[in-house]
């Protein structure tokens, strides 16, 4: 079972609606939650982290956690063209070694259409 | 500060020979990452250093892969002898030991394919 699942897409969003991401996780005791966005060919970059349950807004940006059933997603409204990227979700746990790491999932691919 | 730094960003090497991937992180940055990127399996994390030590490699695959730090401002991955399945993207980040897990700063990467 991979520890990190997210749906691979791709999602194709028409834009100015609303984009909806999701991601679920295997680890009960994961407390960080986070994600990425990888335009192609580049390298990833932090648009969202989320800690406790419940909704974080950040401008055109929600995440949501649900800890309980483990999943957690990411809500993009008024969707631009400019959002078309994969986005990755990413989990804090702890390794064998008692230090944390971050696990990712193989992300979502996601298309605004103009 | 021009980031965290890699280089080559293309690497076409043929099976067998020894490739040597290299990363400059943002100055100052105690942490060190560098993670694996393939299509079938995502990101995945290789090693971490902290303060130029190895503190968790249990994501390197296998004896052909090593990684050094021999001071706070590079470090190299290296494999030898490479195989097919060695192509990937190959990712260096780093981080401020004050700061957050998640404010980790990745290089452009390295674009490896083995022949």
């Known amino acids: 079972q991979k520890e990190v699942e997210q749906n691979s897409g791709p999602l194709s969003v028409p834009e100015g609606a609303i984009a909806s991401l999701n991601c679920t996780y295997s680890d009960r005791v994961s407390q960080s939650f986070f994600w990425y966005r990888q335009y192609s060919g580049k390298s990833p970059e932090l648009i969202m982290s989320?800690?406790?349950?419940g909704d974080k807004e950040d401008g055109r940006f929600t995440a949501q956690l649900n800890k309980a059933s483990q999943y957690v997603s990411l809500l993009i409204r008024d969707s631009q063209p400019s959002d078309s990227a994969t986005y990755l979700c990413a989990v804090s746990s702890i390794s064998n070694f008692g230090n944390e790491k971050l696990t990712f999932g193989t992300g979502t691919r996601l298309t605004i259409i103009p | 500060d021009a980031g965290v730094i890699q280089s080559p960003r293309h690497e076409v090497t043929e099976m067998g020979q020894e490739v040597t991937l290299r990363c400059k992180p943002i100055?100052?940055?105690?942490?060190l990452f560098w993670y694996r990127q393939t299509m079938m399996r995502g990101l995945e994390l290789l090693i971490y250093?902290?303060?130029?030590?190895?503190?968790?490699d249990s994501g390197m695959p296998e004896d052909r892969f090593s990684a050094k730090m021999p001071n706070a401002s590079f470090s190299t991955l290296k494999i030898q002898p490479s195989e097919p399945r060695d192509s990937a993207v190959y990712f260096c980040a780093s981080r401020l030991a004050g700061g957050g897990y998640n404010e980790q700063f990745f290089g452009p990467g390295t674009r490896l394919t083995v022949l």
């Open positions: 250093f902290n303060n130029n030590v190895p503190i968790d």
């Open positions: 989320i800690y406790s349950n």
């Open positions: 100055s100052g940055h105690d942490y």
